[in-house]
């Protein structure tokens, strides 16, 4: 938290406490009888009924466990989405009769879930350039079903105990591994022999229709966590006699990576004031800022509104980071 005094003109002198508050998510499960559909559009679909929709990077992120009773899970049906289960668990009755878990559209990303007890764990019917990475997929009856679909890059996810792992019938150009040293998946059924020890099993996992080039000796996590961005307050001024005259006051920020870790896709999304401060209605959003390496700094300013009169004011800016797992993060 920063404070510091700013001179705004002849007569006036603000200070602007900056701060990224924490975040508190409420964690529990949730019970669904009918599929869960993500969609984009201003409320994600039925995002915000078990997770955070943030429109700007079309991702849902779920802040809750999720238990189907019957019919299909979670359904994606508008292209470009993601869906990023922040660590929770989508769970079915176990059967063919649950349906699939998860069916998606094209160039649709799926990440850090566990998908466990289905009939179908992901399901991809005619569905194209999806990305699928950092799950664990496991106790399906089949783990990864994909149907004329084409071009689906699938690696990180941990394949545990599926009665048939993957299938793929009918698609061309999907890919089960990257170059090393991403590599490929981990297979319950094929995590050995690692005999070089460079942390790839060292014969592919074949299965119908697809080949691991590069199966993982063990099973993959990623824990990379919250990128820790800090704010500072680095100037404030007005930019011109003109706003001035409407008490348009720039206010120039630089957010801090004080991690061990890169932030990915910093993005200013918002930001209120106090004392009747509002941000400029011509303010441009989202400000993105690319990638904070660790201990690197990005700046960027965001213009506000402050009434006559007001010597201080505190501004709350709304952020969103991705972390190197390819997590997402709200801030505050
Ligand atoms: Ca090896």
């Not at 089960?176 to 005999?195: C, E, M, Q, T, V």
């Not at 006699?241 to 006051?249: I, K, Q």
């Not at 690197?296 to 004011?313: C, E, L, N, S």
Request: charged share 10%; glycine share 14%.
């Amino acid at each position: 938290m920063g404070k510091t005094q700013f001179q705004l003109g002849k007569t006036a002198a603000a200070s602007i406490a900056a701060v990224l508050l924490i975040l508190v998510m409420v964690s529990g499960v949730s019970a669904a009888t009918g599929a869960v559909k993500i969609q984009d559009n201003s409320t994600g679909g039925d995002c915000t009924s078990v997770g955070v929709w943030n429109q700007y990077t079309k991702t849902c992120t779920l802040t809750t466990d999720i238990t189907f009773s019957s019919g299909n899970g979670i359904e994606i049906v508008s292209n470009g989405v993601t869906l990023d289960g922040g660590g929770h668990v989508i769970t079915g009755s176990g059967g063919f009769a649950t349906g699939g878990s998860l069916s998606v559209k094209n160039d649709v990303t799926i990440r850090n879930l566990t998908v466990r007890n289905f009939g179908y764990g992901i399901y991809l019917l005619a569905s194209h350039g999806n990305t699928i990475t950092g799950n664990t997929i496991e106790n399906n009856d089949v783990g990864l079903k994909l149907v004329s679909s084409n071009n689906n890059v699938v690696y990180g996810n941990s394949f545990i105990d599926n009665n048939t792992q993957a299938t793929a019938q009918g698609g061309t150009g999907n890919v089960f591994n990257l170059p090393a040293p991403a590599g490929g998946n981990y297979w319950s059924d094929w995590a050995s022999p690692d005999a070089d020890n460079d942390g790839f099993v060292d014969n592919p996992y074949t299965f119908t229709g697809g080949t691991d080039n590069l199966p993982l000796a063990g099973a993959s996590s990623c824990n990379a966590g919250k990128p820790a961005l800090q704010l500072r307050v680095s100037g404030a001024y007005w930019a011109s006699a003109a706003d001035y005259g409407y008490g348009r006051l720039s206010v120039e920020y630089a957010l801090d990576n004080a991690g061990a870790e890169t932030a990915f896709d910093a993005t200013i999304t918002g930001s209120s004031g106090s004392n009747g401060v509002l941000i400029d209605p011509q303010q441009q959003l989202p400000v993105n800022l690319g990638d904070i390496t660790a201990a690197g700094t990005a700046g960027f300013t965001i213009k506000y509104m402050v009434p006559p009169g007001v010597a201080a004011f505190r501004a709350d800016i709304e952020a969103l980071a991705v972390d190197e797992c390819g997590n997402n993060y709200s801030y505050p």
